[in-house]
């Protein structure tokens, strides 16, 4: 079997390695040098599927309930199983209540405890929800590992559009690229930033609510730490912009005032490909098979739809249905 994989992030890459480990020879057409053009390099890695479902359907929750272990299955030893913490300021409990309301899986805090997880937290929030069942990881190092693992296992990575004759099946997972070619898919624009700091030291993600901005904080080890994103209905795939830098910001203030001495490492903004209910499918016409729409949830649900999207290559019975 000889599958060529258009799209070189996550999706791709998963799809590639759940097929190469099924046995397909497969080639992946790359054309850049580096990740920076690919949405995934953008993301905040976070396998929190508890958390999704505050504003997500219940069917991200039940398909991201194994993302780590798919992870930890795929590249052993990158997925950090610390949890997720959620916090709100004190006037905006309310969004905590409403966040606890819409999610399962959590435990209710007090800032003592708040405190024992996050030492540098101590005395700034009264009260949290943990999330013990959630994980994250590094998406750029994770790129990174899988490409190079891949690479040894035998996959061909081709700079240009290869031919697609000779190939017994064709993967599409270029994303943001389908845009006003697939149906129903559109653009959401996300933004975020890295800050540098040695004063504030996080062992998981924590989402800071807030009713206009809510965000997450993501530590990247060595002081360093993603700060997303914005969700805003536009395909504009320019910088940042100047209010929802200042937003981020704030809103890392707020989480500890010492983000404030901060240094700026980079921002970023990309566009994220949704389809109208934001979840991702997996399709096939004739020897062509799509992964797409996979939307804010790319390393969470990527693994299980690179596993739908090799069932599709190697089960011609299911041609023009979603994958399970």
């Known amino acids: 079997m000889h599958v060529l994989v258009r799209g070189p992030g996550v999706a791709g890459l998963t799809v590639a390695h759940e097929l190469r480990k099924r046995g397909a020879d497969v080639t992946i057409v790359d054309s850049y040098p580096t990740f920076r053009h690919a949405a995934s390099w953008l993301a905040g890695g976070m396998l929190a599927p508890w958390c999704e479902r505050e504003s997500a359907d219940e069917a991200v ?29 004190a006037r905006d409990y309310g969004e905590l209540k409403r966040f606890a309301g819409r999610t399962t899986g959590h435990q209710w805090l007090g800032d ?41 296992q035998g996959v061909v990575f081709a700079e240009h559009s290869a031919s697609e004759e000779g190939f017994d099946n064709v993967v599409d997972c270029t994303g943001a690229a389908r845009i006003g070619t697939a149906a129903g898919l559109r653009g959401v624009r996300g933004e975020m930033l890295y800050l540098e700091t040695q004063e504030i030291d996080l062992a998981r993600p924590v989402r800071l609510l807030h009713p206009r901005f809510p965000v997450y904080i993501v530590p990247r080890g060595a002081g360093l730490f993603m700060v997303g994103a914005t969700m805003i209905e536009t395909e504009f795939g320019g910088p940042v912009a100047a209010r929802s830098l200042m937003e981020l910001l704030n809103a890392a203030y707020a989480l500890h005032p010492a983000f404030a001495e901060a240094t700026v490492v980079e921002t970023g903004a990309g566009i994220r490909p949704a389809f109208p209910d934001n979840f991702p499918r997996a399709t096939r016409e004739g020897n062509r098979i799509s992964i797409n729409g996979l939307y804010r949830h790319g390393f969470l649900l990527a693994p299980a739809m690179a596993k739908g999207a090799a069932d599709l290559v190697f089960n011609q019975n299911t041609a023009g249905r979603n994958a399970p």
């Open 61 to 89: 929750l039940l398909r991201g309930l194994d993302a780590a272990d798919r992870w930890d299955a795929i590249l052993p030893g990158e997925v950090q199983r610390y949890g997720t913490l959620v916090v709100a300021p």
């Open 112 to 152: 003592a405890e708040i405190a024992s997880l996050e030492p540098s937290l101590a005395g700034r929030f009264r009260q949290g929800l943990f999330f013990p069942g959630e994980a994250h990881l590094d998406p750029r190092r994770v790129l990174t590992l899988l490409r190079y693992r891949l690479a040894v």
